[in-house]
């Protein structure tokens, strides 16, 4: 199986631009990076997602349209301070700080789930994260007030992860499973965080949630916090990063040195590579309609978008590593 790079590189602005920073490992002054760049800037639906992050008040944090899930999705994509569009956004982000340190969003807690049924100012550690990865991928990371969320977050760590915790505004609220469980989702969240972050990389919170997340996959039969299977649907592919799922978890972990020989992440990424087809190709399992209009976005054919990702996750533990050294002198 080798990696398709001249069938990536055939793609749409933002998977030409991943593709050479991330499989090739081409600088941003190169021509055909900064082409590619500027055709993502101008990809009519990644200028849409800019526009829409307007606040929406969420219901459901697994909405895949979520505002903080469309961040995150841009952040990932590369955009940062000074691209059209996105210095209004921050400015909004940073405006919203909570007491408690974490940055705000607009949520409303149905009484039925323990909420009050009304909109108010929140976070929980199920967004809280993904946001501040936003701000520091965006180039907000010396931020005063980042640093302050980073290190409020950072602090509820516990020996097995992250459990579900929420801002004060949302009273005793919290997911469905025992207090003690570590929820998954959070300490993924909280894993692509510290993932971002050089000085937390490689420290014991870290470490405490890449072991709780390998533990679960071992585990994966008879524990399932909060309602977090690791089962058939875990280990559909889908992207983009939305929820709790194969290729999501094998992305955070694999930005963790120490975990790439662990064998419970080989028996993970086997799973992935197993899904390729004949050329290195994947083909979306799953889909999140609410991204419909992406290449991704469909289950009939190979999707370079997902590939893009798969392949960057395989990179990382060194597989097809020459050959993307290689592929770079002649691209």
């Given at each position: 199986m ?21 499989l ?29 992050l ?7 944090h ?15 994509l ?31 807690i ?34 005063p ?13 516990r020996q097995?992860?992250?459990?579900c ?8 609220w ?11 989702f ?6 692509k ?11 014991h ?13 071992q ?6 916090p909060?309602?977090?299977y ?42 992935l590579?197993?899904k ?22 469909q289950k ?26 290689h ?5």
């Amino acid at each position: 199986m080798d990696i398709p790079i001249d069938w990536l590189l055939e793609g749409e602005g933002w998977i030409q631009y991943r593709a050479r920073r991330d499989l090739l490992g081409q600088a941003e002054a190169e021509p055909r990076v900064a082409a590619a760049r500027a055709a993502m800037l101008a990809d009519a639906r990644v200028v849409a997602l800019l526009a829409g992050l307007a606040g929406e008040v969420i219901a459901s944090h697994k909405s895949a349209g979520q505002p903080f899930h469309r961040l995150t999705f841009l952040a990932d994509l590369g955009l940062r301070i000074g691209d059209p569009g996105v210095e209004p956004i921050l400015a909004r982000i940073l405006a919203s700080r909570t007491p408690e340190g974490p940055f705000g969003l607009p949520m409303n807690i149905a009484e039925g789930h323990g909420g009050s049924g009304e909109a108010v100012m929140a976070w929980a550690l199920c967004d809280a994260p993904l946001v501040v990865y936003a701000l520091v991928k965006f180039g907000l990371e010396k931020e005063p007030a980042v640093h302050r969320a980073i290190d409020s977050l950072t602090g509820l760590v516990r020996q097995n992860g992250w459990p579900c915790a929420v801002s004060s505004t949302l009273g005793g609220w919290r997911g469905p499973g025992r207090r003690e469980d570590p929820c998954p989702f959070a300490t993924l969240a909280m894993l692509k965080l510290l993932a971002e972050v050089d000085s937390l990389r490689d420290g014991h919170e870290a470490r405490a949630g890449t072991e709780t997340l390998m533990d679960l996959w071992q585990n994966s039969r008879t524990r399932h916090p909060y309602i977090f299977y690791m089962g058939t649907d875990f280990r559909k592919l889908k992207y983009p990063f939305i929820w709790y799922d194969l290729l999501y978890v094998l992305e955070v972990l694999s930005r963790f040195e120490w975990v790439r020989g662990d064998a419970r992440f080989a028996d993970m990424l086997a799973v992935l590579r197993a899904k390729a087809d004949a050329q290195g190709r994947f083909t979306p399992e799953s889909v999140w309609t609410a991204w419909k209009a992406w290449e991704f976005g469909q289950k009939k054919a190979p999707s370079r978008g997902l590939t893009l990702a798969a392949w960057r996750v395989m990179g990382r533990v060194g597989i097809h590593r020459q050959d993307a050294k290689h592929a770079k002198q002649e691209r």
